[in-house]
């Protein structure tokens, strides 16, 4: 089975940092994925994280932590078109190449 | 490269109708994807492939049917068109079988079921 939470909406000021945490039951876990959508958008791929720890691309982070089934994605130097919704992904053994997302983070970046 | 194509874009349909969306991808991708996503219920997987001639269901299958014929081409069903089933769908693809395979994602195809 799998569960998936995440932050409905988090709201920051342009420069600011934000985190948006994920925290999953997935059966096998592999690892886990996040994806950025802008309003109206196809979801794009953002990172991957497959071991514990941070992975940085740019001004855009992600962390793993497998013991604790919990990763957050890290935004810096927030930017007005950091405004989107953000999914977290997890990816299990056994389940056959599909890919469940979460319900999504709202992030409103405002000046 | 076109990427993933999905046609039509928007369609308007009586409670009842058929109709069929088609995804299209030109990247040789293995595994293809039918999500839906509605207000506040994120993306939501309806059926996915992995490879031609293989469907699976999703989290939210009832209502669709889909088929793999070839492998650039992922149709979805909805043979009797329900309010319900009023959303935006998403189709992607992915080449790799390894977990970090990233998805490729369509446009969108906004449906709306009278």
């Known amino acids: 089975g799998q569960s998936l939470e995440q932050p409905s909406e988090v709201t920051a000021v342009e420069g600011a940092i934000v985190q948006i945490n994920c925290t999953y039951q997935?059966?096998?876990?592999?690892?886990l994925s996040w994806y950025q959508q802008h309003d109206g958008g196809a979801p794009t791929f953002l990172s991957y994280?497959?071991?514990?720890g941070l992975e940085e691309t740019g001004r855009f982070s992600s962390f793993l932590s497998r013991s604790d089934s919990y990763g957050y994605l890290l935004l810096q130097e927030l930017q007005m078109k950091d405004s989107a919704s953000y999914f977290c992904?997890?990816?299990?053994?056994?389940?056959?190449?599909?890919?469940?997302f979460g319900q999504g983070t709202e992030l409103s970046v405002k000046p | 490269n076109a990427g993933v194509t999905q046609t039509p874009k928007f369609r308007v349909l009586k409670t009842g109708q058929s109709m069929t969306l088609l995804c299209a991808q030109d990247?040789?991708?293995?595994?293809m994807y039918w999500y839906r996503q509605d207000p506040g219920m994120g993306l939501r997987l309806i059926h996915y492939?992995?490879?031609?001639?293989?469907?699976a269901k999703g989290e939210v299958p009832d209502g669709y049917n889909v088929s793999r014929l070839k492998k650039q081409n992922f149709l979805l069903g909805l043979e009797s068109a329900a309010p319900s089933q009023t959303s935006v769908y998403f189709c992607?693809?992915?080449?790799?079988?390894?977990?970090?395979?990233?998805?490729?994602f369509g446009e969108g195809s906004r449906l709306t079921v009278l």
């Open positions: 992607a693809s992915s080449y790799s079988r390894e977990p970090s395979g990233e998805l490729f």
């Open positions: 994280n497959g071991l514990d």
């Open positions: 997935t059966s096998g876990f592999y690892g």
């Open positions: 492939s992995v490879g031609e001639g293989t469907t």
């Open positions: 990247m040789n991708h293995e595994y």
């Open positions: 992904a997890p990816r299990g053994r056994g389940q056959g190449g599909k890919l469940i």
